[in-house]
């Protein structure tokens, strides 16, 4: 079964910065397109960046673009979300999955508060 762990996230104050960490099992992750999400209280989990197997090409939702960078390595099963000039509405536990994500295989995610 594939299985993703995510950490990194913490308490941190407007404009502040974080870096989270994913480490994937269970698949040919090198073959795999990867997508960081989030999911702020009480509203639908959202994909905020997503990037191919190769690292050639990513994207970001518009509210992230610019803010946020996501990178992987693919010799240590990881994927990564840079998180710069961090918004109070950037608050959310942050989860990496697939893209398209599988269902099955959601992690426990990360806590991001981005609070003064």
């Known amino acids: 079964q594939v299985q993703f762990v995510e950490s990194g996230g913490d308490l941190v104050q407007p404009g502040g910065s974080l870096r989270l960490s994913c480490a994937a099992s269970?698949?040919?992750?090198?073959?795999?397109?990867m997508g960081w999400y989030r999911q702020a209280p009480g509203k639908q989990r959202v994909l905020v960046a997503r990037?191919?197997?190769?690292?050639?090409?990513?994207w970001y939702a518009d509210s992230v673009k610019g803010r946020f960078t996501i990178s992987r390595d693919n010799t240590k099963n990881t994927v990564n979300l840079q998180l710069n000039s961090l918004k109070p509405e950037d608050t959310a536990v942050y989860y990496c999955?697939?893209?398209?994500?599988?269902?099955?295989?959601w992690g426990q995610g990360t806590q991001v508060t981005v609070s003064s």
């Open positions: 269970g698949s040919i992750f090198s073959l795999d397109e």
């Open positions: 990037i191919l197997s190769d690292s050639r090409i990513s």
């Open positions: 999955n697939r893209y398209p994500s599988l269902s099955n295989s």
